[in-house]
C-alpha cells in the first residue's frame, strides 16, 4: 500500500501553497483501467458528455463515478480519500466527478479562474470547504497543455464575486465566464508567480478550490487527459436559490465517504458494499 496520510510537510506545502503532487501514486495497471473506464464512458450517449466547441472530440465527460466500476472504486482509495479527510475533515463526499480531456493537435484552453466562484454562483455552496483532487491519467509536460497554478493565491479570497455579463448560461458556467481579467491576472502573477505541476501518468495533485489556475491549449501531439473529483464538506451542502443543476453536473450523494480496505484495483467486486 502506497501513502494513506500526507507528511507534516506535504500538508503544510497544500496549505502554503494551495495545492500538493502525490508523484506516481496509482501504478501502470490502474492508469490503464482508469483509461478503459473513461474510453468507455465517453461512448454513453447523454448530456453529460461535452464535445469541444466546433469539433466531435471530447472535451469533458461528467459524473463517470456513477457509471464506472474503477471510477467508482478510486473515490473511495484510501491513498487519496484519506489525504483528503486529513486536510479538510473526516465527513465528505463527491460533489463533482470529471475527466477533462484534451485532445493532441488542438485541445483547447482553460481560461483563468477559481473553481468555487462558479459553485457558489451556481450551486450556493455556503463556503469554500472543497478539495480537488486531479490524476494525471497521461504523463503531464510543459507541452501537452498542463494545468498553471498561482500559488498561495487561495489565501486571499475570491477575486471577484460575480460572472461575466456575456455568460452564456446561468447553471452551467465555463470558466470565460468567471475568468480573471488580464489586469487580475497580471496583478496576481506579479504577486504569487505561476508553476505547473508535470509528471508521469499515474500522479496526481491536490488543489484548493479557490487556488487561481488556468490552461493552455494543446498543440502537442501527446493527449493530455485529467480526472478530477472534488470532494466537499458533508456539513457544507448546496444551497441552490432555483432549479438545481443536473446530478451528473452536482451529485445528490452526500453521504459520508469511507475508504476502501485497499487499493480500488484490488475491490473492484466490492466497491458498493
Not at 13 to 33: A, I, K, P
Request: aromatic share 8%.
Amino acid at each position: 500500500m502506497k501513502l494513506m496520510r500526507l507528511t507534516q510537510q506535504q500538508a503544510e506545502q497544500y496549505h502554503t501553497h494551495g495545492f500538493v503532487m502525490l508523484d506516481s501514486l496509482l501504478d501502470t495497471q490502474e492508469v490503464e483501467m482508469l483509461r478503459a473506464a473513461f474510453a468507455r464512458d465517453a461512448k454513453v450517449p447523454g448530456p453529460q458528455v461535452v464535445a469541444e466547441d466546433g469539433g466531435t472530440e471530447v472535451r469533458a465527460v461528467y459524473a463517470s463515478h456513477q457509471r464506472q466500476p474503477e471510477c467508482a472504486g478510486l473515490i473511495r482509495d484510501p491513498r487519496i480519500l484519506e489525504p483528503v479527510r486529513q486536510l479538510l475533515t473526516d465527513d465528505v463526499y463527491v460533489y463533482q466527478f470529471k475527466i477533462n480531456a484534451k485532445p493532441a493537435f488542438g485541445g483547447d484552453k482553460w481560461a483563468w479562474h477559481q473553481d468555487y466562484l462558479a459553485w457558489r454562483l451556481a450551486d450556493g455552496l455556503p463556503a469554500p470547504r472543497q478539495i480537488n483532487i486531479g490524476v494525471f491519467l497521461d504523463d503531464v509536460t510543459e507541452f501537452n497543455g498542463p494545468v498553471i497554478f498561482l500559488p498561495g493565491s487561495h489565501r486571499q479570497g475570491l477575486v471577484h464575486e460575480d460572472r461575466s455579463a456575456a455568460a452564456r448560461s446561468a447553471q452551467h458556467l465555463d470558466p470565460d465566464d468567471i475568468s480573471l481579467t488580464p489586469q487580475q491576472l497580471t496583478e496576481h502573477v506579479d504577486r504569487y508567480g505561476m508553476t505547473s505541476p508535470k509528471g508521469p501518468a499515474g500522479s496526481v495533485v491536490l488543489f484548493s478550490p479557490e487556488i487561481m489556475h488556468g490552461s493552455a491549449p494543446n498543440m502537442s501531439p501527446f493527449t493530455r487527459r485529467l480526472l478530477i473529483a472534488t470532494y466537499n464538506d458533508c456539513g457544507n451542502l448546496p444551497r441552490p436559490e432555483g432549479e438545481p443543476r443536473p446530478e451528473y453536473v452536482v451529485c445528490r450523494d452526500t453521504e459520508p465517504l469511507r475508504p476502501l480496505a485497499a487499493p480500488f484495483s484490488h475491490t473492484l467486486g466490492t466497491v458498493a458494499a
